[in-house]
């Protein structure tokens, strides 16, 4: 993952903003021009939606498949429409959302000593169970780092200690930025 200057994160929310509206106007996704070199590399990314201080989804892609800007703008529209913990976002809730993207660094495997709170993301996996959680979460909660590893764990569905038995660590950075407000109110939902 590149670093993003300020403009590549303003166009990835743009970007996703505008999908977002698209496919509320017309249930698909609408085409955009490709972007900047550096939202054209394969990169992860997670796209969170917020309604005030309300999580309302969050989905996203661990590997590096699609240019980062498609990346986004698929995971906002499902983010919105596909998250199974929420009922999908409509028309009129999409000028109150607050867009937040997660753009990631590859996956590596690390050792529980080494996780950073706030630094690192966490995929452990075990089997077929696996569980992630963005770096944000962890400082969000003021979790310690075995708390982080425990959370993780119970987010793949397995033991809270599966860190300490078996199940794979794997760690990621995120650089993560999200919509003032002043961006959200100048596009709003068409």
């Given at each position: 993952m590149l670093?993003?200057?300020?403009?590549?994160?303003?166009?990835?929310?743009?970007?996703?903003?505008?999908?977002?509206?698209?496919?509320?106007?017309?249930g698909q996704i609408p085409a955009a021009e490709e972007s900047a070199e550096a939202l054209c590399q394969p990169c992860g990314a997670f796209?969170?939606?917020?309604?005030g201080k309300n999580l309302r989804g969050c989905i996203g892609v661990i590997e590096a498949i699609k240019p980062l800007y498609q990346t986004v703008r698929e995971c906002a529209?499902?983010?919105?429409?596909?998250?199974?913990?929420?009922?999908p976002v409509t028309k009129d809730e999409l000028a109150g959302l607050?867009?937040?993207?997660?753009?990631?660094?590859?996956?590596?495997?690390?050792?529980?000593e080494k996780v950073e709170v706030g630094r690192h993301g966490l995929l452990i996996s075990h089997g077929a169970l696996r569980g992630l959680l963005l770096p944000q979460v962890a400082a969000e909660w003021k979790w310690d780092s075995r708390?982080?590893?425990?959370?993780?764990?119970?987010?793949?569905?397995?033991?809270?200690?599966?860190?300490?038995?078996?199940?794979?660590?794997?760690?990621?950075?995120?650089?993560?930025?999200?919509?003032?407000?002043?961006?959200?109110?100048s596009h709003p939902a068409a």
């Open positions: 670093p993003l200057s300020e403009n590549d994160q303003c166009v990835l929310l743009r970007l996703a903003r505008e999908a977002l509206a698209g496919y509320m106007s017309s796209v969170t939606l917020h309604r529209v499902w983010a919105a429409v596909q998250d199974p913990r929420f009922p607050n867009l937040e993207i997660s753009a990631l660094s590859p996956l590596f495997d690390i050792s529980p708390r982080f590893l425990e959370e993780t764990c119970r987010k793949a569905r397995l033991p809270a200690d599966a860190w300490r038995n078996g199940a794979r660590i794997q760690a990621f950075t995120a650089q993560v930025f999200e919509e003032a407000h002043a961006a959200r109110t």
